[in-house]
């Protein structure tokens, strides 16, 4: 059994905005639109470094077809967020295909189409192990605020290890909250207690636990993390260590 250590990290905010434009033929309509992505390296090298970069190709309404490096950060769990403006005629997908790239070699490792259409905010994971060759995307909608409850709403990843595929569990203080949970997918949402100053999250499987992860309302040990008023990603990683990411960036 491992005992998770709890490391904050913070994303680069990015202002966005929405705009719309068209063309001169009423026949044939062209829609600017623009989404955000935000986007984490869970891919474990020998090193803390980030060995890898995200790229993402798609329909510029200006430059015509675009190549942008959307991540390049330079440490092992980083994060970002970025602004894609893409064009479609009327009511076709926007789509914008994703490569997860070696930063030394340029190889393309894993590759994925975001069909950007059906949400304004994406998150989306690479995950990996270098020593073992195994790479991954994930994409998925990033949760919606939620206004109604007044818990705190945390979402659970599991990248502890590229080669499981099982489903597994997650307790909160020994309570069941959420089983048959994918690996390496967003977890259904946690509601949490907003002024509990310690809360032990578990993950097992038959049984079995498989890891731990204390949360502190104070995470980053000097107050400024508002444990209440947010929302959370928290990630167990190789080697027995848990991530907290605030997921109200977007917001921000």
Avoid at 62 to 68: D, P, R
Avoid at 240 to 250: A, M, T
Wanted: with cysteine; charged share 20%; aromatic share 8%.
């Amino acid at each position: 059994m491992q005992f998770s250590k709890l490391c904050v990290s913070s994303a680069l905010i990015a202002m966005l905005s929405s705009c719309g434009g068209g063309s001169d033929s009423p026949s044939q309509v062209v829609l600017l639109d623009s989404f955000q992505i935000s986007s984490y390296d869970f891919v474990k090298s020998d090193s803390d470094l980030s060995s890898i970069e995200i790229k993402a190709q798609y329909d510029s309404a200006v430059e015509g077809v675009v190549n942008k490096t959307i991540y390049d950060g330079p440490l092992f769990g980083g994060s970002s967020l970025s602004p894609i403006n893409v064009i479609a005629n009327p009511n076709s997908s926007y789509t914008v295909d994703m490569s997860l790239i070696d930063s030394n070699s340029q190889m393309v490792l894993a590759s994925d189409t975001i069909i950007a259409s059906d949400a304004a905010k994406k998150l989306v994971f690479a995950f990996g192990d270098t020593s073992k060759n195994l790479y991954q995307f994930s994409a998925e909608n990033a949760p919606e605020k939620d206004y109604t409850t007044e818990k705190v709403p945390v979402y659970v990843v599991n990248a502890r290890d590229m080669e499981q595929v099982e489903s597994y569990n997650i307790l909160v203080d020994g309570s069941l909250e959420a089983d048959n949970v994918p690996v390496r997918k967003l977890s259904s949402k946690l509601l949490l207690s907003p002024s509990q100053q310690s809360i032990m999250l578990s993950l097992t499987r038959n049984g079995i636990e498989l890891d731990r992860c204390e949360l502190g309302t104070d995470s980053d040990g000097d107050g400024t993390t508002n444990w209440a008023d947010t929302e959370w990603l928290v990630t167990f990683l190789p080697e027995g260590k848990c991530q907290l990411n605030n997921l109200d960036i977007f917001n921000q």
